[in-house]
């Protein structure tokens, strides 16, 4: 069994300030670990995500995030907020000895940007 | 461009009544999957297809009902056996079910009235 837990359902920082949103996760077996941003009323895409390899991982848009495996965390960050970063953020979880059928999301943090 | 197409974005409903949403790709993915989303909660899936002519129930599959006849096609009906059919649901494509990359629709809202 896995799951993923979100700290904080909404999160507000400045412009230009260092965004932080946390993800901690729990799985059997080791994880693939994943970061989607949704815009509103929009689908979701692909931030970036962990596959077993380097466990500081970079995206798109300036995001990047680290495996923490003794933490069991998989925090996403962005040194310097911009007004388009705005937008609800998921992570997501899946054993890697099954596929995305095992796809684990958590309860989504909303980010705001304070002008 | 290659994508996948949801459609229609809004759909209303009366209650009792079945209606089916439509998604479409033209990624050549093998794998096809639908989600529902409700505020405050992640994705849950419904229903899975990892090839054509063949379908796996997901999470939430009670009240829901899919069909994979073509590759590129993976309608879902929202039946009236569904209670709360109210949501923002999502459908997504992988190359195959191991791909550790999911891409999804701009979605579609369903509103019961």
């Known amino acids: 069994a896995q799951s993923v837990t979100q700290l904080g359902s909404h999160v507000s920082v400045s412009e230009g300030a260092l965004v932080l949103l946390r993800c901690n996760y729990s799985?059997?077996?080791?994880?693939?670990l994943f970061w989607y941003v949704q815009y509103p009323n929009q689908g979701l895409q692909l931030l970036l995500k962990?596959?077993?390899?380097?466990?500081l991982v970079k995206g798109i848009n300036g995001f990047e995030a680290e495996f923490k495996k003794s933490e069991t965390s998989f925090h996403l960050t962005k040194p310097s907020a911009h007004m388009s970063d705005a937008a609800e953020y998921f992570c997501a979880v899946s054993p890697t000895n099954f596929g995305n059928e095992k796809l684990t999301f958590g309860t989504g943090t909303r980010l705001t940007i304070i002008p | 461009d290659g994508g996948i197409t949801q459609s229609p974005k809004y759909l209303f409903r009366k209650e009792g009544q079945n209606v089916t949403l439509s998604c479409e790709q033209n990624l050549n993915h093998d794998a096809m999957y639908w989600y529902r989303q409700d505020p405050g909660q992640g994705l849950r899936l419904i229903y899975y297809s990892q090839i054509v002519n063949d379908f796996q129930k997901g999470d939430i599959a009670e009240g829901y009902s899919v069909s994979r006849e073509k590759k590129e096609s993976f309608p879902l009906t929202v039946t009236s056996a569904q209670k709360n059919p109210t949501a923002f649901y999502l459908c997504a494509s992988s190359i195959g079910v191991s791909s550790t990359e999911a891409f999804f629709g701009q979605g579609t809202r369903l509103t019961v009235v």
């Open positions: 799985s059997s077996v080791p994880p693939y």
């Open positions: 962990y596959t077993s390899a380097a466990t």
